[in-house]
């Protein structure tokens, strides 16, 4: 299948690996990398600009198909070392990176002047034309349904992709509630040149995560989400666990004196336990509503095929016979 973003960043499919902190390493995205879509190493999941510069060689050892990293911009006073990771990212002969959180105005110069495609993780279509202001090449527009951080204005797809098709005149891909062939499709009717998954790449069998998690998330269902950090303007959308439960029992306790520091324990620091060790109790930890559709565990490699069979299904055969 042949879009815009297949083009753009050289790829066989249009199916992108999001970046998923402790989850983003090389063999995750080596795996879909070699599967036809884009794999991505997650930057900051990487202690120092050194191991990340480790990561991505480790990636290259792996494939020799286009991957991207992920760079999260993060509003915190001791902030990553920016400058270095993305020094390592280029040093690496990395094509492709994947921005996301804060806008990455300050870095755009340095990934151009090298040549490499950067696509912005975007919660609005007013987010996603400053994106494309500043100079990215595509985005990546996610729905109120999405794992992780939905933004603050709760617009699910079926109305943001249409919107961000009006709008924008760089590619995009959906995500949020991207899962199969169906989600491809019907994304790609609304506008999007693609689709980037999150929840659904952590259940495969390259995961680099523990097998429990992925079994939490074939158990799962759509109702099985929460809403957290809604009263900080920080909403995150997480899978829930009675850590979870605690902490919004905190947010309805303070309501609107709520402090971050009043819920670190449910929040900060609590991946590795979760995704390597698999304490399933451990905290908050992104999910999507997605979770719904996820029934098995493949290799990156079957589920990548089966979604493009399912596609290429649907777009042949059930929508050309509905109009015939």
């Known amino acids: 299948m042949k879009t815009e973003i297949t083009e753009l960043f050289g790829i066989q499919h249009p199916i992108i690996q999001g970046g998923m902190h402790y989850v983003g390493f090389a063999e995750m995205a080596a795996a879909v990398s070699n599967a036809g ?3 991505t190493i997650t930057a900051l999941t990487q202690k120092t600009p050194e191991d990340l510069a480790n990561e991505i ?3 290259k050892n792996m494939t020799d198909k286009p991957f991207a990293v992920n760079i999260t911009f993060l509003p915190t006073v001791n902030a990553p070392d920016y400058p270095a990771i993305v020094k390592a990212v280029i ?6 990176v994947e921005t996301a959180g804060r806008n990455p105005a ?11 495609k950067v696509i912005h993780k975007c919660t609005s279509v007013r987010h996603s034309l400053k994106a494309q202001e500043i100079g990215c090449d595509a985005v990546s527009v996610d729905g109120f349904e999405c794992g992780g951080h939905p933004g603050e204005d709760d617009v699910p797809n079926m109305i943001l992709l249409p919107r961000a098709a009006d709008e924008l005149e760089i590619p995009f891909v959906a995500s ?3 899962a199969d062939g169906r989600s491809l499709v019907a994304s790609m009717a609304m506008g999007a040149s693609g689709m980037n998954m999150g929840t659904r790449f952590i259940a495969t069998e390259e995961a680099p995560v523990h097998q429990n998690v992925k079994d939490a998330i074939v158990a799962a269902t759509e109702l099985d989400t929460r809403l957290v950090m809604r009263p900080l303007r ?4 997480v899978m829930t666990n009675d850590a979870v439960q605690k902490l919004l029992e905190k947010e309805r306790e303070l309501g609107h004196k709520l ?8 929040v900060a620091g609590v991946y590795p336990r979760i995704m390597k060790d698999g304490d399933m109790e451990a905290g908050a930890w992104s999910c999507g509503m997605v979770v719904g559709l996820i029934n098995d565990i493949p290799t990156c490699q079957e589920l990548i095929d089966r979604i493009m069979d399912e596609a290429n299904e649907i777009i042949t055969s059930r929508l050309v016979g509905a109009v015939a």
């Open 234 to 237: 920080n909403t995150e959308r």
């Open 176 to 178: 949020g509630g991207q």
């Open 37 to 39: 879509g884009l794999g």
């Open 259 to 266: 402090q971050f520091e009043d819920i670190i324990e449910q």
């Open 91 to 96: 040093d690496g002969g990395v094509r492709v």
């Open 106 to 116: 300050q870095v755009m110069p340095y990934l151009k002047d090298a040549g490499i």
């Open 57 to 59: 060689a480790r990636c």
